[in-house]
């Protein structure tokens, strides 16, 4: 029999940009038990190409009230740019208040991922990936 119990074993997310970040933050939040490593080359968990840009002139192209990372708690992001970035933000089209930075964003993810533990990084290129492994969970 397998020992290798599919309850403990680790969960690894190829990518650590918004979608593999969110992925591992969420599962962690439904689950703390849950282990999560997440494999990306880069040294910036949760950004990505969008995100990293260090230039506050290049803004989402959706509004702050939109785009929460959190689906039960709409006004997240919002109420996170309010208290870290910019008071005045405002959650729809109300020009210019409403677009946040999207380096502000990506230091949103990262709080994010701050604020839980369990998650692993491991910093490589996957190039393959084990079948038997795979059909094994
Ligand atoms: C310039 C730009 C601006 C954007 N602006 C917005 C916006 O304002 N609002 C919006 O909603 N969306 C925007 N987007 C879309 C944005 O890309 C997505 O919203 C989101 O960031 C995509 O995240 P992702 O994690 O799926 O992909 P990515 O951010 O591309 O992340 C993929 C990650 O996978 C890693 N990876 C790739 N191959 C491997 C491998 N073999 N092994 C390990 N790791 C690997 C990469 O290193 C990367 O970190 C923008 C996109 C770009 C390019």
Redesign the pocket.
């Known amino acids: 029999m397998d020992t290798h119990d599919a309850a403990t074993a680790p969960i690894a997310i ?8 969110l992925t591992a933050y969420h599962l962690i939040r439904q689950n703390p038990k849950v282990r999560v490593v997440v ?4 040294t910036s968990p949760g ?5 990293a ?1 260090p230039s506050y002139r ?5 509004p702050a009230g939109k ?1 929460s990372a959190l689906r039960d708690e709409p006004d997240h992001f919002l109420t996170w740019l309010r208290a870290n970035h910019d008071p005045h933000a405002e959650p729809m089209m109300a020009q210019p208040k409403t677009f946040a930075p ?1 380096a502000v ?1 990506g230091r949103y993810i990262q709080s994010l991922l701050a604020s839980v533990s369990g998650i692993g990084y491991l910093r ?4 393959d990936l084990n079948s038997r492994e795979t059909e094994r969970y």
């Not at 950004?47 to 995100?51: E, F, R, S, T």
């Not at 490589?124 to 190039?127: N, P, Q, S």
Request: no cysteine.
């Open positions: 190829i990518g650590g940009g918004v979608s593999g970040a494999v990306d080359p880069g950004l990505g190409l969008a995100y840009t290049h803004l989402l192209n959706v785009i999207r964003f490589a290129k996957v190039v």
